[in-house]
């Protein structure tokens, strides 16, 4: 498995996957929907998706000594490695950002402000997207555009409903926004929870994968 | 031992069926797999290799694919038509990726086999003729201790000299180093220089698994005056030529004295019964 990880960051990482990571300091644009940043971490999956096929990676893959069922699976956690880190950076440069600018800067007037609850609903995002896109993907991974363009309604969506909770319900207008300092115990459970559904989520998605993947002619 | 053993494998599509191909391939030796474009050559090998779901068994050197995969794909070296894969990516790159799947990979082997085919690891896979990238396929293949090399299609794209040098290099690994090899072609000169058996597929049956020269010994080229001669002489697979007609006669029956009888060629073989077989499925039809 660890050579499999090792091959897929060596040969079928697209420079996007790493690049798009730096978009964590977006959440130093003032009034921006932060959570579209999480988009941008699903944009370099279907690049690398798109840099797999084009390299014939799944087949060269096949062909060596492992189980077929650890392919989609060792570049699953490649991707899951790369969105925990984009989790990190925005919840470091969000704490960063509150910490350095004055409070009446912090204030998102296009979604919820750059804090844990942000990191919460990033980690929705992105499990959603996982459970969308992969087994859909490795049923056939010539395909990346339907499966992708699936997943990125949904993301959007979810976007949406983030935004439209901002401004209709005083949990998210009040108690999960603002500094982290504020209301430390709500955005602490909304983080958790994010991270929960998320593991849940990534966890469904590889048992899905690896089924499918199981099928496929080469 | 038979360095692969093939049993029953079939494989069905919506419109092709790999209808249960036995074969093996005995060890030291070299096996051409033949047959026509579509035939199920490539899906032979995507099945010996578990590249696609297929049903029936393989076995390695004793060793089962089903109950083993891991253990028999380490004796294995697939070379899939050259090297396709990672345009873009150095050897050095690829290598540095392939290597640790393989316990046995031995470096210095690898090193040897570059300098030998003139490969520079610091190139990129797009850089590469057809003829090198085949090379360096190779060369992947043979630095873990592959004792059974599977080639789909090895030789084509390659230009008459590069295939001999091909063909060299593969004699020299059986010779040398023991090695056993099925490769897939439809370029019969190939075979006629390398080849000891020959398996023959035609629309995903299987019409031959023998020697070479058991193959080229069972017929004779015949050509005939009239289509009536050649019926006459139950030739197999008559066809119109420019002269006459052509077709194939088992080499223990009688030629007629308007007949002229040559050895047979792989091609000629292939072609009249390609033929025979056409007829035998038009006449089912009918």
């Known amino acids: ?218 | 031992m038979n360095a692969l053993e093939v049993k029953e494998l079939t494989k069905v599509y919506p419109e092709f069926t790999l209808d249960k191909i036995s074969f093996c391939v005995p060890q030291g030796h070299i096996v051409g797999l033949i047959g026509r474009n579509g035939a199920g050559k490539s899906t032979t090998i995507k099945g010996i290799l578990r590249l696609i779901a297929a049903e029936g068994d393989v076995s390695v050197f004793g060793k089962n694919m089903g109950e083993d995969e891991m253990a028999v794909k380490q004796m294995i070296g697939y070379v899939g038509g050259g090297f396709r894969y990672y345009p873009r990516n150095t050897l050095s790159a690829i290598r540095k990726a392939y290597a640790p799947f393989y316990p046995t990979w031995e470096q210095g082997k690898y090193e040897r086999l570059l300098a030998q085919f003139k490969l520079s690891e610091r190139k990129k896979v797009k850089e590469l003729s057809e003829g090198m990238k085949v090379k360096f396929a190779l060369a992947l293949a043979l630095s873990h201790g592959a004792k059974l090399l599977i080639m789909d299609e090895p030789t084509s794209g390659l230009d008459p000299l590069s295939r001999e040098e091909f063909c060299d290099i593969v004699l020299q690994l059986v010779r040398e180093d023991g090695v056993s090899v099925l490769f897939s072609t439809h370029i019969t000169s190939d075979l006629m220089r390398i080849a000891d058996d020959i398996v023959y597929i035609s629309q995903g049956k299987l019409l031959a698994a023998c020697p070479l020269k058991e193959l080229l010994g069972k017929y004779r080229l015949a050509r005939f005056s009239s289509l009536k001669d050649a019926t006459t002489a139950k030739a197999i697979g008559v066809k119109a030529v420019k002269e006459g007609y052509e077709g194939l006669l088992l080499c223990d029956m009688q030629v007629a004295t308007s007949a002229a009888a040559t050895d047979a060629t792989i091609d000629n073989i292939i072609v009249h019964l390609e033929k025979a077989n056409e007829e035998g499925i038009c006449a089912e039809f009918d």
């Open chain 1, 1 to 218: 498995m660890l050579n499999l990880i090792k091959k897929e960051i060596a040969l079928c990482m697209h420079p996007t996957a790493f690049i798009f990571l730096f978009f964590a300091v977006l959440v130093f644009v003032p009034n921006y929907p932060y959570e579209v940043i999480f988009f941008f971490s699903c944009l370099s999956v279907f690049f690398c998706c798109m840099m797999t096929r084009e390299n014939g990676d799944i087949a060269f893959s096949c062909a060596l000594p492992v189980k077929k069922e650890y392919i989609p699976l060792a570049k699953m956690l490649v991707v899951f490695g790369l969105q925990g880190i984009i989790l990190l950076l925005v919840g470091i440069i969000g704490a960063v950002k509150g910490a350095v600018l004055p409070a009446e800067q912090y204030v998102n007037q296009a979604g919820i402000s750059a804090n844990l609850a942000l990191v919460g609903n990033g980690a929705v995002l992105l499990g959603v997207f996982n459970l969308i896109f992969f087994p859909r993907y490795f049923k056939s991974p010539d395909k990346i555009g339907v499966p992708f363009v699936i997943g990125a309604v949904a993301v959007f969506l979810l976007i949406s409903i983030f935004i439209v909770l901002r401004w209709t319900t005083p949990l998210y207008s009040v108690a999960l926004n603002g500094l982290n300092s504020e209301n430390i115990g709500a955005k602490a459970a909304a983080l958790t929870m994010g991270i929960v559904i998320y593991i849940i989520l990534s966890a469904i998605s590889c048992k899905l994968s690896m089924r499918h993947f199981q099928r496929i002619d080469v």
